[in-house]
């Protein structure tokens, strides 16, 4: 936020530790703790502000509070105030917001002295519509005394259509999304000449969440941006604020286009902070195969915050789905009453979905100290100021370290200690971390992954850049190297047609309406209730067969659905409200073909390859579980056509003189392979920034295209996402922490926590777990030294070149492709 938490004085709070040892107090419970790691207290460095900043800026800036700012803040303002674009990617609760929002205000206040009183205009790109609003509400109060010079307005979806010519007209300083940016600015650029041609500054917050395919997509919507300011005769400086990340500059030059430099030596002043990680015990269950079942994350956690508000500590829970953070509220309710009656009240769960004033009322009552606890999605992790938080509770690794030290650090910032807790869920990589620290706590986070010059990803960017102005020759460098292949395909297909000006749009519907930045195109399927007729919301035609099939459990705010029918040719998924004791898991078979091989290792007779694969995948299945145990209650058969994903893999082979030396017998083979395929998947996000359900694999005891026992894990996005080329580019490392992944586990035959998928296709059937620790030892001592890669390296995928591909349909993502 704008008003940076310095250090406020202490309170009468017991010591991160002591909350800890409290926790640990109970039956069995101090077994359960892994490890605890302490990072000590930090004191802060400041520094002088420079020069260029405005003196009615610095007296707004002083009035809230803030006489001098840090190091890395000065730091990244000389570098704006200079025309450099920046990334500042510090800790949260550094003051990042002030180090881009200083030079923005200069610039505005310099700009209303001109003679149309708009001489400088500024942008700022959020994630969600609510940081956008949230900033919105902090740069208002802090330029508030510096009167019409800073206009600040939002600009998305939920901006009323009076006010949005206002924007246009009016505004200095507007905030929107990408979203926003790709549908409704640059299609009708015309109307914003006047704000684009004095366009100073491009602010672009919380960065590292643009990863992946979504990360693509808004990396080309940034060059469209940067074409048409051109055309205004405006060439913006790009702010960018990010999360701790690795190579910051180079993925925020990959998502601009532009040369970035960085800031990342944090000078703010934290607490301590104690960590600890948490495994949840082993019950009586069996699950699969008769496989030992742990108890949950979202138990587990709904526990620890209920000690914790018992104790008076102001907590939040962090959590991966709507269903858990209403699940661990309700479980920490019931079970404060039984301690105080008037305890319930004080904790409540937040999630998306909920109208602005109530997110609003949640934040305020958290801040304030009437809520103690609070169960949260990812939705309280970007942006919004909720300083006096004592401890943080993470349901689950939450994909990637940079999201999982934005977490932990919602605590702490008012500058005292605080508290943070990784329960485990019973999942292969949250087994690993919570047994192997240093993965956690000695390593740098991830490099953001994305790939502008995917086809699916650039096309229809191209169509939209030729739609907004003809693209002419020198617009196809700006693009990427892979343009100027693609738009004579685009002039084939009837896309694009040339002429003396260069490449025009042809069609009649808006080119901007070809591709979804967040989804995978295609018709979305719309959820309606059948009782009432009512539009509950819509399921991205990619996601629909998994998520919205006969029978599946449906979440929409707050309320249970189960669906009673899907219609793929209406695209309508029709529900019915319920309450079942269960949720549904969707389970698919899938086959693979390989198009083209671009990269090739020999690890000794066996080979690591990474290209071009065709995915064909099939829902088949769906499994009920018990709500708060997993148990599973039975399986489904569904019928539903196959669907094809032309994206990229990696794989690897390995030959029958390997296996014989790994003592792999033919009836093991498939198990052997089926196990290490479903841990490398689990164990993959430890490396590229990804979430299993980005990505799926399938292996064969002898593959038709390489003639040998092969496993794929491939990228579940059309064109690829960068995600298979990381593991190609790390592949030692993630082997090598997939065989002790599954070597550590303390079960027998192979359970969730190692080699069982909740989302395989054939019952986690055939699967062996020391047979593939033989297979991986096999592979990993074959590989020759030579062929090592420092085991941070970044990647930018190339992306497959050749036919697009119709960028413009529906494709199924990997979440059920394994």
Same mark, same amino acid.
């Given at each position: ?83 450099? =674009? ?226 008076? =500590? ?132 991830? =490099? ?371």
């Amino acid at each position: 936020m704008a008003h940076d938490p310095r250090p406020q004085p202490a309170h009468d709070r017991p010591s991160p530790a002591t909350v800890l040892h409290r926790l640990a107090a109970g039956a069995g419970r101090a077994a359960r703790i892994t490890h605890t790691e302490h990072l000590p207290p930090t004191t802060a460095r400041h520094a002088d502000w420079p020069d260029q900043i405005r003196p009615e800026v610095l007296a707004a800036v002083r009035a809230a509070g803030i006489a001098r700012p840090w190091e890395h803040q000065a730091h990244a303002m000389a570098h704006a105030l200079r025309g450099e =674009s920046v990334v500042i990617a510090t800790g949260t609760a550094s003051g990042k917001s002030l180090a881009y929002l200083a030079p923005v205000l200069s610039a505005l206040v310099e700009g209303a002295e001109a003679p149309n009183g708009r001489g400088a205009t500024a942008l700022y790109l959020a994630p969600t519509k609510a940081l956008a609003a949230d900033q919105r509400r902090a740069v208002s109060a802090l330029a508030a005394p510096l009167g019409t010079a800073v206009r600040a307005a939002v600009y998305d979806g939920d901006t009323p259509f009076e006010e949005r010519e206002w924007v246009r007209q009016y505004a200095t300083y507007t905030l929107t999304n990408p979203d926003m940016l790709h549908r409704g600015i640059l299609p009708a650029h015309q109307r914003w000449a006047s704000f684009l041609r004095q366009l100073r500054y491009v602010v672009i917050d919380e960065c590292h969440t643009y990863r992946g395919v979504f990360g693509s997509h808004v990396a080309q919507v940034l060059r469209r941006l940067r074409r048409v300011c051109a055309r205004y005769g405006a060439d913006p400086v790009f702010l960018l604020a990010s999360a701790t990340a690795a190579d910051p500059a180079e993925a925020a030059g990959r998502l601009t286009g532009v040369t970035v430099h960085e800031v990342t030596d944090d000078a703010s002043p934290r607490g301590e902070l104690v960590f600890a990680l948490w495994e949840p015990p082993l019950t009586e269950l069996s699950g699969e195969r008769g496989a030992p079942v742990r108890r949950t994350a979202t138990a587990e956690t709904a526990d620890l915050l209920t000690d914790l508000v018992s104790q008076g =500590s102001r907590t939040v829970a962090f959590v991966r789905s709507r269903r858990s953070a209403e699940l661990i509220a309700i479980l920490a309710q019931d079970r404060l009453a039984e301690v105080d009656r008037s305890l319930p009240e004080r904790v409540a769960a937040y999630r998306g979905g909920y109208l602005p004033e109530e997110r609003r009322a949640l934040e305020r009552d958290l801040h304030n100290g009437r809520l103690l606890g609070l169960a949260s999605t990812t939705a309280l992790e970007l942006g919004v100021d909720v300083s006096g938080l004592d401890t943080v509770l993470l349901a689950g690794y939450p994909g990637t370290r940079a999201s999982l030290w934005q977490q932990a650090g919602r605590a702490g910032r008012g500058g005292q200690g605080a508290l943070a807790v990784l329960v485990a869920r019973d999942d292969p990589l949250d087994t690993y971390l919570v047994h192997h620290p240093d993965a956690l706590f000695r390593r740098p986070v991830e =490099s953001t992954v994305l790939d502008p010059d995917n086809p699916y990803v650039l096309a229809p960017h191209l169509c939209a850049a030729a739609a907004e102005l003809p693209l002419t020759d020198d617009d196809l460098t700006l693009f990427g190297p892979e343009a100027a292949d693609l738009v004579p395909q685009l002039v084939k297909r009837g896309l694009l047609r040339r002429r003396s000006g260069g490449w025009y749009w042809t069609r009649r519907e808006r080119a901007a309406d070809l591709t979804d930045i967040r989804g995978e195109g295609g018709r979305p399927v719309q959820v309606v209730e059948s009782a009432t007729g009512r539009l509950l919301g819509t399921v991205d035609a990619s996601a629909a067969h998994a998520s919205v099939h006969e029978g599946a459990v449906h979440l929409h705010q707050g309320l249970t659905y189960v669906v009673e029918r899907l219609d793929l040719d209406d695209a309508v998924a029709l529900v019915e409200q319920a309450d079942p004791p269960y949720s549904t898991m969707a389970r698919e078979t899938t086959a693979i073909t390989i198009l083209g091989t671009d990269t090739e290792e020999p690890w000794g007779d066996a080979r690591l390859c990474f290209g071009s694969v065709e995915v064909t995948h099939q829902v088949v299945s769906y499994l009920r579980r018990k709500l708060i145990t997993g148990e599973v209650l039975g399986e489904t058969k569904l019928d539903l056509p196959p669907r094809t994903l032309r994206t990229r893999a990696v794989w690897w082979s390995v030959t029958d003189d390997q296996l014989d030396a790994a003592r792999i017998h033919p009836e093991e083979l498939p198990g052997a392979l089926h196990a290490a395929e479903h841990a490398s998947i689990g164990m993959l996000p430890l490396f590229a920034t990804c979430d299993r359900w980005d990505i799926g694999g399938v292996s064969f005891p002898l593959h038709p295209d390489t003639g040998l026992p092969s496993v794929f894990v491939y990228d579940g996005h059309p064109g690829g996402a960068g995600f298979a080329e990381r593991g190609f580019r790390t592949a030692h490392a993630w082997l090598l922490a997939t065989r002790e992944a599954i070597a550590a586990c303390e079960c027998e035959f192979g359970c969730p926590s190692c080699i069982q998928s909740p989302k395989c296709g054939n019952g986690n059937d055939p699967l062996d777990k020391a047979a593939a620790v033989r297979l991986l030892d096999c592979l990993l001592s074959a590989r020759p030294e030579e062929s090592a890669r420092p085991e941070g390296e970044d990647v930018n995928g190339a992306g497959s070149v050749g036919d697009a591909g119709d960028f413009g349909g529906a494709t199924e993502r990997g979440p059920a492709a394994e």
